[in-house]
């Protein structure tokens, strides 16, 4: 299985992304596909999650500001972020698998990451 994330780039405090994984088959595969994110220093932590019956979660750190969605058809996962702040800085990875817990890195397959940095 391979995960291919896109879509990072830079953008000032307040702009959008839209992050992208595409999965080398299909993502109803899986359990449940999801997004976490490193900053600088910091461990990896869990920013968004969609099962295959469509049960989402999110961090509460982007509650409100960033959603996650699915395209079966593509086998590809979004993740559309607004109005972001510079504590969101990091690199982005995709993870996909049967997770024991949605928020943990439990995760069976993971994608090579895309940066994203906010800052003006």
């Known amino acids: 299985v391979q995960l291919q994330a896109s879509g990072g780039g830079l953008v000032q405090p307040g702009g959008s992304l839209r992050l992208s994984c595409a999965a080398s088959?299909?993502?109803?595969?899986?359990?449940?596909m999801g997004w976490f994110r490193q900053a600088p220093g910091k461990q990896r932590e869990f920013v968004a999650s969609?099962?295959?019956?469509?049960?989402?979660h999110y961090a509460d750190s982007v509650k409100g500001r960033f959603t996650i969605s699915s395209d079966n058809a593509k086998n590809t996962v979004h993740l559309r972020m607004d109005n972001l702040k510079p504590e969101d800085t990091g690199v982005y990875y995709c993870?996909?698998?049967?997770?024991?817990?949605?928020?943990?890195?439990?995760?069976?397959?993971w994608g090579q990451g895309t940066l994203v940095t906010v800052s003006s």
């Open positions: 993870a996909a698998g049967w997770p024991p817990t949605l928020t943990s890195p439990e995760y069976d397959f």
């Open positions: 088959e299909s993502i109803f595969t899986f359990y449940a």
């Open positions: 969609i099962t295959r019956t469509g049960i989402i």
